[in-house]
């Protein structure tokens, strides 16, 4: 049976009402917010609105800066405990493929992730058909070079006394305890991580890392600080603590001292540098004088923008006899 089809019969470009039924509409409600009657406010930027805001975001982003800047400059290494860092340039662990180049579940002691890592790991998610544990290539370029400090105390004789270097505490709180774990088991470690293979560059397994069980493994605390991979190509990360033994006597005394470093990472391959740094730290953390140096230079800048629009507005407002500038 035909049907004869008239546009008028349809509401709002929808399709055809049956007979007897209710038109259908795609018609927004008429209410305020659909129908886009809602009260709205337009802030109207004048000179006697904008530059107070310039003048006080100068006032207070300088002196902050400054303080900041000179906290950072007064660290010395003879004050509280000093801590050791070992410094790279040139290596760009933001990389966004390096930075997925892992497998989290892996890192928090998963059995089935520890046998079948992440495909995010590859090319280091398997060797000589065995899982790498821990998988990746954050894992995989760990920095593993050994670096003993000695006080050379005495001209006449000049064997040197080593200095104590503390390698656990270096890591943060939630990565040691939250984060990274083990694989669950006994007490033999090597046992937990059976059918795995150590990453391709490193030396030794990943549960030989350290004697002590509670720092070998996933929970080694240099294994941890590495793989809080950093934001700069040039960047620090801690190695160890040097603790200060008593008020009367300095951390770190003054002398000469002899650095042993044992030789495993290299750097020529990206045209890196590799340093040590000793250094204490202050309510704002360790020395680094960019935040400082950025307060004082945003500070300045809204300062000068303060100035340049009080000139045009100065000079707008005399020539025209008006009260305001609108912006």
Known sequence: MAMNYNAKDEVDGGPPCPPGGTAKTRRPDNTAFKQQRLPAWQPILTAGTVLPTFFIIGLIFIP?????????????????????????????????????????????????ALLNPSKECEPYRRNEDK??????????????????????????????????????????????????????????????FKGTTKPVNWLKPVYMLDSDIDNSGFVNEDFIVWMRTAALPTFRKLYRLIERKNDLHPTLPAGRYYLNITYNYPVHSFDGRKRMILSTISWMGGKNPFLGIAYIAIGSISFLLGVVLLVINHKYRNNSNTADITI
């Not at 010395?76 to 860092?85: D, K, L, S, T």
């Not at 410094?87 to 390096?98: A, E, I, K, T």
């Not at 003993?148 to 943060?172: M, Q, R, Y």
């Open 64 to 112: 902050i800066g400054i303080g900041i800047f000179v906290t950072s400059n007064n660290i010395r290494e003879i004050e509280g405990n000093v801590f050791m860092y070992y410094g790279l340039s040139n290596f760009y662990q933001n990389h966004r493929r390096y930075v997925k180049s892992r497998d989290d579940s892996q890192l928090n002691g998963d059995p089935s």
């Open 131 to 192: 899982p790498i544990a821990p998988c990746g290539a954050i894992a995989n370029s760990m920095f593993n070079d050994t670096l003993e400090l000695f006080l050379i105390s005495n001209e006449s004789d000049p064997t040197p006394v080593p200095i104590p270097l503390k390698k656990k505490g270096i890591a943060w709180w939630t990565d040691k305890n939250v984060k990274f774990r083990n694989p669950p088991g006994g007490e033999n470690l090597e046992e937990r």
